[in-house]
């Protein structure tokens, strides 16, 4: 992904997309489309708010400069595609973030997954357990 930037004091997406950025993304996840035009989204946004085509087709063209999306020509039109799901580019600006990291920021968020690994539930502390073993190289059976 290019040109993703990271803001801390935001939640979300929002620490690393521009909001209308973030909101186009998050609209396009949660109606589940594989394939849209700027019109598609054009059409819901503006029931939500008013705001330019114009404004709309920049936004998801930024997108597609930042590798969130592909797009192809269909007639005189581009149809988008989106690069990854919404749990993928959650999980892609985790890794960013936290490789990004000085060595002692990487030191506290290690203590701060300790600390949260403490008030884990069964479930997860199987789970962690399980991602510490496939890291280490051992498998179920030693």
């Known amino acids: ?37 700027v019109h598609d989204v054009h059409a819901i946004l503006e029931t939500r708010r008013e705001i330019a085509y114009t404004t709309v087709m920049t936004t998801i063209t930024r997108l597609f400069h930042k590798e969130l ?20 580019f959650i999980d892609s600006m985790t890794r960013e973030v936290l490789s990004s990291l000085p060595p002692v920021s990487q030191e506290t968020a290690m203590e701060m997954l300790v600390e949260r690994v403490a008030s884990a539930d069964p479930g997860e502390l199987d789970h962690l357990e399980a991602l510490i073993r496939q890291a280490r190289g051992l498998d179920d059976d030693t």
């Open 1 to 37: 992904m290019k040109g993703i930037r990271i803001r801390p004091e935001l939640d979300g997406m929002r620490s690393s997309l521009f909001d209308l950025e973030a909101e186009i993304m998050e609209t396009v996840w949660s109606r589940g489309w594989t394939t849209f035009c």
């Open 69 to 88: 999306l592909t797009r192809h020509k269909q007639g005189r039109k581009y149809m988008y595609v989106p690069t990854m799901t919404r749990a993928e």
